[in-house]
Each structure stands twice: as structure tokens, then as C-alpha cells.
């Protein structure tokens, strides 16, 4: 498998501007998270998804930003109007776990981040 | 709500130095708890996990326990090497949800 595959790896843009990034989670997988990595927050969970539909998007800063799975393998995370502050490393993330939780530990799988520039 | 602490870093080490990360959890009920590590223009990647009290994770050469009663999951490696250089990031998860909560990462150092 190619693991979790994320795009654009860099995005350099203008305030204002809308941004979509991208994500392709592993085949078979179950859930997908959105992460957002800065220096000054860390990592933190935007939303995540399970078997398609949003769970839990409270991290989400904002209206600005919106997330989407359309199907098991694809997911975007927009945001328009983009701002400065937006600058970070986005992870996308996906894991399996079956349904019951029962004693399983959730193992997540990251991509490798796409880097956005908010200029 | 659930948290994790780490150390401060960056943690500085010579080769072959012994290595110990610190991490407590707050957490409300039995978590599981993780240890990833994101080496440099990567993502995260699991490096080992305990999913109960007493439990020991090891992987690569790295260990930690599962504390219950000084909840803290502190990673430990005997030798360390410079391709160990990295962020080690500490992290819990709930038994009744799926997400994963994670320390501000600590940067580790290692020279020859």
C-alpha cells in the first residue's frame, strides 16, 4: 500500500485566496482525522470522520474551514478566505478500527503533511 | 479534559548516550498510550503503544511502561543513535473515542 497520500506537499498563497488540500487515506481504513501542526499549538485535531460522515469537527477554528469525504477514498479540507495565521503543516491521518472499539487501540497512519503558506 | 505533558526540548545527547523522555497523561478514564516519532519533512509514525496500566511498549530499541499510578508513559533507549534525531511526540486515546491527544513533541538531538 502507498500509505496516506496528501497534495499539494507546499501550497504558497495570498491572503484572500481559497485553499484545498487533499487527501487519499489507505484502502480499507475506516476513519480519517485532520491535523493542523504549528509551532506554537502543536498538533491539533481538526475533525475526523468515520466511515465517511464527521464525528467530531469542534476543532475546526472556524467557518473559514470546511472538510468533506465524499467517499472511503478521497477527503479535502478547504479554506476561503485563507488568512496569515493559517500557515501550518496540515496531516491527514487514517486508521481501522472495525467498528467496537472493544480493546483495540486506534493506530493512526499520517501522510506526509501538506506545508500552506498564507502570505 | 485529557491531556499529555512532555518535556521541554531539545533534548541533546551524544551517540551511544542513554535517553529518557518524559510524558504524564490527565486522562478520565483507562486510555491507551502512544509514542510516534516524525523524522524531518515526514509525517508521524507510530513508534510503540501500551493500551493497559503496567503494559510495556518497545520497538527500535525504545521502551516505555504504562504507569497508572504516576500516569506517565516515559520513553526510554538504552544507546541512542544520530538517526534517532527526530521529534518524539507522547499521545493518548480514550477507550470510548477514537481520537488521539498529543504532547507539543520534543526534539531530540543526537550527535556523533
Known amino acids: 500500500d502507498a500509505g496516506v497520500i496528501q497534495s499539494p506537499r507546499h501550497e504558497v498563497t495570498e491572503m484572500g485566496q481559497e485553499v484545498t488540500l487533499r487527501c487519499k487515506p489507505i484502502?480499507?481504513?475506516?476513519?480519517l482525522f485532520w491535523y493542523r501542526q504549528t509551532m506554537m499549538r502543536g498538533l491539533e485535531l481538526l475533525i475526523y470522520?468515520?466511515?465517511?460522515?464527521?464525528?467530531?469537527d469542534s476543532g475546526m477554528p472556524e467557518d473559514r474551514f470546511s472538510a468533506k469525504m465524499p467517499n472511503a477514498s478521497f477527503s479535502t479540507l478547504k479554506i476561503q478566505p485563507s488568512e496569515p495565521r493559517d500557515s501550518a503543516v496540515y496531516f491527514c491521518a487514517s486508521s481501522f478500527r472495525q467498528g467496537a472499539r472493544a480493546s483495540g487501540a486506534n493506530v493512526l497512519t499520517f501522510g506526509a503533511g501538506s506545508r500552506l503558506t498564507v502570505l | 479534559g485529557d491531556s499529555v505533558t512532555q518535556m521541554e526540548g531539545p533534548v541533546t545527547l551524544s551517540e551511544e548516550a542513554f535517553l529518557t523522555i518524559n510524558c504524564t497523561y490527565t486522562a478520565t478514564g483507562y486510555p491507551s498510550l502512544f509514542w510516534y516519532v516524525q523524522y524531518p519533512g515526514e509525517g508521524l509514525q507510530l513508534l510503540l503503544k501500551?493500551?493497559?496500566?503496567?503494559d510495556k511498549g518497545s520497538n527500535k530499541g525504545f521502551e516505555a511502561t504504562y504507569r497508572k499510578e504516576t500516569t506517565s508513559f516515559h520513553l526510554e533507549k538504552g544507546s541512542v543513535q544520530v538517526s534517532d534525531s527526530a521529534v518524539y511526540f507522547c499521545?493518548?486515546?480514550?477507550?470510548?473515542?477514537?481520537?488521539?491527544?498529543f504532547g507539543t513533541g520534543t526534539r531530540l538531538q543526537v550527535f556523533p
Open positions: 484502502s480499507g481504513h475506516d476513519y
Open positions: 501500551a493500551t493497559k496500566a503496567d
Open positions: 499521545a493518548l486515546s480514550e477507550w470510548n473515542t477514537d481520537k488521539l491527544i
Open positions: 470522520f468515520n466511515n465517511n460522515v464527521p464525528i467530531d
